[in-house]
């Protein structure tokens, strides 16, 4: 027993100027690859977060990034659109400083804007349901051109609606509306920002929800983007009764922070990935070896950010853990979804049902061959039906 401690003894004695020199290369490997991967991973994980950081992120995102190229001018205009809706364009500032650019439109305001051009925002009811739609009686050259440059941009569906002809913003099967005073706080998922949320706004503005969208601040971090998503929260708590959060991909991550700390706030997770390391790792290879790799550039190491927040990898099950009792969740996912792991689905509903209540929906898409990630569930009437229906029972409680 002595001999062979002492023969291991004289081995490592022996190599220690081999080891030694070999084992900083390795380390040294380590962190040059972790650097090199981290740079794309920050690209592909956080997107728009990275587009005003230089010329060639940008240019590696829109190769990451699915549709058209990013156009400011484009983004302007559209955010023009929802302020000529009646929406509140303004900026907050989070607890750490990080001023943030966000959207508002209350329900009210948009009511009111109709109004003054002296359209009617009305319900009409025939066998297939109750339709909230806009409409105006004797159209103007003014009301016209908001319609046009407004109402159809909102891409609310034109026509006639149980004899009343004009845009349709939702139709209900059931009675049910949104009760008290409650907001949506909808996140944006990574390859879109607020300008380019219009549908996803119409869609829940339709039904009589307010809805904030917002973007977040430059220099993106999984830290920042918690206090970002924080920041809009306290701010939206001032005035509401109830801030139910909703977010797809990177959006429902982002939120499931703010869950964590507000169980009591009723949660939409759409096809969301439930951790980075088990995102990453699902991506073909030899992307899916090596990105892992890359998950601590997505961290801030600012302290005043890391004090604040759990920067744990985006991982909805670990943050899910440590909350209280509360409202329920909605889960909404794609059957072919080659994007996030396999199980997910699963593991997001286990973990949300340690909060509450666990309303969970699956896409089935007709064509089995395209990549579920890429699709847009609640553009499917069946789908925005159940979600519509089950939101607002999750608001009224």
Known sequence: MTSSTQSTSCIDIITLPVRAPL?????LAKKVAALFVGYFVRIGVFMLGVYHEDWLKREIMELFKSGPRVDPT??????EVLKTLGGIHSHLWTDDGAKIEYMLLRAIDVKAKIESLGGRWEEASDNSGTHSVITHDNPTPEWEAFAANVLRRMRWEEGTFAGVEGFCTATWAKAERPRGDAVLLLAAPANQCLGMMRKAIGQNLGFGLDVCVFNHRQGASEGGYYLDAEGVYDFLARSYEKVALAGSCLGASVLAHVRAKHPDSPFVAIKTFDSAERLLANQPSPAGWIAPLGIPSLQSDDPTICSRTDQDGFDIPHKFEKAENGAPTLI????????????????????AEQIGDVYECQFSPADRGVNGHTLAPLEDNKIFTWYQEHLILAING
């Open 332 to 351: 909404i996912s794609v059957e072919t979804d080659t994007t996030v792991a396999p199980g997910t689905h699963e593991r997001l509903c286990a973990a």
């Open 23 to 27: 084992s900083a290369l390795v380390w």
């Open 74 to 79: 484009r983004l302007a205009d559209s955010t």
